[in-house]
């Protein structure tokens, strides 16, 4: 009887096991994308620049020649539809003539940055407390007050495996096949 006990575990752990997988890392630009093109894993006010077709973004793209421009707020999925653990991106956020300088990055559940406009790329990277299906960035100029232009390239997401039921199925029928000698171990 105690043999049904060892059996029966033996059997979810299989069934665990092969249902559960990792977490990946997925790193990607938009270099595969025309110029005026959303990516259909981005929505917003967004669209694939290079620093000839943008009219607020004229430095080249962190990696490539291609980049995201986007306006205020977008969001962002995994392109393989998998939830965001984590990310990390560049972001380059331009430098005004009229101060301040200063943009507020917001990715709600993950990170709030204060950066001020420069003319170079910059890291930004943050973490979900729980897993996310699309990454929303809001930027705006001069502390919250005006919508703002930015762009983004080489971003990287962290994304975990939506959970799987299925090994609930096979356990679900050994515990009915198994059932009759659990009973007898029990009295």
Known sequence: MNVARKS????????FAFTTSAQSTIQFGFEEFNVKDLPPFVTGQASVEDSTSSLYIVTPAFEGQKFLFGDWIISIASPDGQP?????????VPRHSVPPNDYLI???G?????????Q????LQGT??????ALEMRVTWSFETIPAHFAIDDVQFVTVPEPKTFWLIPLGFALIAFRPLLKRSIR
Do not use: D
């Open 8 to 15: 029966l575990a033996a059997l979810a752990a299989l069934s």
């Open 84 to 92: 965001i653990q984590s990310f990390s991106m560049h972001i380059f």
């Open 106 to 108: 917001v990715v709600p």
């Open 110 to 118: 993950a990170v709030t940055a204060t950066l001020t406009g420069a």
């Open 120 to 123: 170079n790329w910059q890291p």
């Open 128 to 133: 979900f407390k729980s897993p996310v299906q």
